[in-house]
C-alpha cells in the first residue's frame, strides 16, 4: 500500500479509502452483508487504514457494518463521516446542515460506528439554508470536545471552503473526481496547493471504470447509479465505453485489470491525498489493492489523459 499525508493534518493515509455507500444497501442493487465485511476485512489486511462512510448510506446501515467490522480493531482505522444529509419516512435524503443537527448527526454516527470519536468530520452537503457560521461552530464544538479531530466538507464550492475557513480551521475537502468527472478537478488542484486533505469520491466511476461493464447495464428505476451519475446513459455510455477500450490496451501492457490502470491514474495524479473505492467482495478488494504494487509510466498516465480530453471532451 502506499501512504500519503492527508493535507496539513500530519496524518499518513493510504492512498486508498474503503468507500461504503454501496454497502449501505439503498440503491445499490443486491449487496451481500458477508461480502461486505470480508471486502472490508481484506482491504484492512492489505495496508488501507481509512474508512469513508455517511448516515445516509442505506440510513445508517452502512455505518452500522463498519462499526461491526472494526470492533476490536479501531485503533488499525481512520474513519471519515458526515454530517447535514439525514433521510425522510421513504429513504430519501434530506439536506440540514444547522447547527442542532449536525451535533445530534455526529451522537448518531458514534453510536452506530461504536466509537467514542471520529477522525474526520465532513458537512456532507450544504443546504442552502443554514448560514457558514452556524455550520462551522457546530463542528468546532465537536472538535473541542474530542469528538472529532479535524474538520472538513463534501461538495463545497471554493467559495464555501474560504467562507468556512474565517470561522474554524478546514482540514479535509472531498469531491467526485474521475476520468468520466473531471468537473472539480481545478478546485482539488487548489485545495491541494493550499495543502488541504483531498479525497475523491467516485474514483472508479460506480463501477464503469473498471472493465467490467461492456454493455448498458440493466438496472432498476431507483438504482443511484442511474440517478447520480450521468454515464449510465446515452450519449455519454458509449463514450465511455470507447475509453474502456482503450484502457485494455493499457491494462494489456502491464499485465493487470484495468481497475488497477484507472486506480494508479487517480493516485498519480499529484493532487489528490487518497482516493475512495468502493468494494462488494473479497476479490474485488485484493484487485484494488494490487493496484498500488505498481505505478505505471508517468507518458502513460498523459496518454490516458489525451484519450479522455479526445473521447469525453473533459478538460
Known sequence: MRYAELGKTG????????????????GWGDVNKEDSVRAIQTMIDRGV?????????????????????????????????KAGTGWDENGAPIKRSDYQSIIQDCEDSLRRLGTDHLDFYLIHWPDQVTPMEEMMRAMDRLKKEGKIRFIGASNFSKEEVLEAQKYTEFDILQQPYSMVAQEFRPLLEWAHEQRIGT????????????????????????????????????????????????????????????AQVTINWNTQSGFLDTILMGVRNEKEAEENCAAFEWSMDQEDVDSISKDIKE???EK
Open 11 to 26: 496524518v499518513k493515509v493510504s492512498q486508498a479509502t474503503i468507500g461504503t455507500w454501496a454497502i449501505g444497501g439503498a
Open 49 to 81: 487504514n481509512i474508512i469513508d462512510t455517511a448516515p445516509f448510506y442505506g440510513c445508517g446501515e452502512s455505518e452500522k457494518l463498519i462499526g461491526e467490522v472494526i470492533r476490536g480493531q479501531r485503533d488499525k482505522v481512520l474513519l471519515v463521516s
Open 311 to 313: 473521447i469525453l471532451g
Open 199 to 258: 479525497m475523491s469520491y467516485g474514483s472508479l466511476g460506480a463501477g464503469i471504470l473498471t472493465g467490467s461493464i461492456r454493455e448498458m447495464p440493466k438496472f432498476s428505476e431507483d438504482d443511484m447509479r442511474l440517478n447520480f451519475y450521468d454515464y449510465f446513459k446515452e450519449p455519454k455510455f458509449s463514450k465511455v465505453m470507447e475509453l474502456v477500450g482503450r484502457l485494455d490496451a493499457y491494462a494489456e501492457k502491464y499485465n493487470a485489470p484495468v
